[in-house]
Nanobody, 125 residues
Framework: VQLQAYGGGLVQHGGSLSLSCAAT????????MGWFRQAPGKEREFVAA????????YYADSVKDRFTISKNNREYTLHLQMNSLKPEDTAVYYC???????????????????WGQGTQVTVSS
């Protein structure tokens, strides 16, 4: 499956942004999905994940109660609603998919086989 992330941009501290990730085929339906981010000079870090059904979600402590991940299996899209943004949220955000029907450590980047190209999110102070 190929993934295309979009929706990044520049926003002020306290603002909101919505990221989306479009998948190319129906293998998306049975794929557990995640969002990661990478700030300059830092390692890629886990942000949020969602099971293939869209029922169970997981969040990094740093974004819990501010970000919401969701999955639309009819439109093959993954979303990340980001509220109350902080300057430390500035990073390139990547969507990722596990192999269809596969489950592993949702917070580890090595669990994901397919990656989008990334979209820049910049939060000004």
């Amino acid at each position: 499956v190929q993934l295309q992330a979009y929706g990044g941009g520049l926003v002020q501290h306290g603002g909101s942004l919505s990221l989306s990730c479009a998948a190319t085929d129906s293998t998306f339906i049975k794929s557990n999905m995640g969002w990661f981010r990478q700030a300059p000079g830092k390692e890629r870090e886990f942000v949020a994940a969602i099971t293939w059904t869209g029922i169970t979600t997981y969040y990094a402590d740093s974004v819990k109660d501010r970000f919401t991940i969701s999955k639309n299996n009819r439109e093959y899209t993954l979303h990340l609603q980001m509220n109350s943004l902080k300057p430390e949220d500035t990073a390139v955000y990547y969507c990722a998919a596990m192999r269809s029907g596969y489950y592993s450590n949702y917070a580890s980047a090595v669990s994901y086989e397919y990656w989008g190209q990334g979209t820049q999110v910049t939060v000004s102070s």
